[in-house]
Nanobody, 120 residues
Framework: QVQLVESGGGLVQPGGSLRLSCGFSILGSGFYAMGWFRQAPGKEREFVASISDSGEYTNIADSVKGRFTISKDAATKTMSLQMSSLKPEDTAVYYC?????????????WGQGTQVTVSS
């Protein structure tokens, strides 16, 4: 079983930066990729970024490539999403996810979500 807790969302102006964190705990054995999805009002949940269990591999959605960076710290059991050059279209609820690689929106474990609003 995997427990995920997101933090770090909020209101930011266009062009600004924000860092999301996901604290994780894994009960028992298992290897999980981790990542982020987001869901804007009226839209389907979409993939944002993922990182393999070892941290060796990452995958970033084209829509955020070059602006978002994903990282993972096994010692502190924290996964982070550094977001920069934010745009209004990045506004969404961001969800932390853990599951088999590659991550999919219809499987795995989920956090409760954190709101990110990009607006002036």
């Amino acid at each position: 079983q995997v427990q995920l807790v997101e933090s770090g969302g909020g209101l930011v102006q266009p062009g600004g930066s924000l860092r999301l964190s996901c604290g994780f705990s894994i009960l028992g054995s298992g290897f999980y990729a981790m990542g982020w999805f987001r869901q804007a009002p009226g839209k389907e949940r979409e993939f944002v970024a993922s990182i393999s269990d070892s941290g060796e591999y990452t995958n970033i959605a084209d829509s955020v490539k070059g602006r978002f960076t994903i990282s993972k710290d096994a010692a502190t059991k924290t996964m982070s999403l550094q977001m920069s050059s934010l745009k209004p279209e990045d506004t969404a609820v961001y969800y932390c996810n853990a599951g088999p690689w590659p991550l999919r929106s219809n499987r795995g474990y989920w956090g409760q979500g954190t709101q990110v609003t990009v607006s002036s």
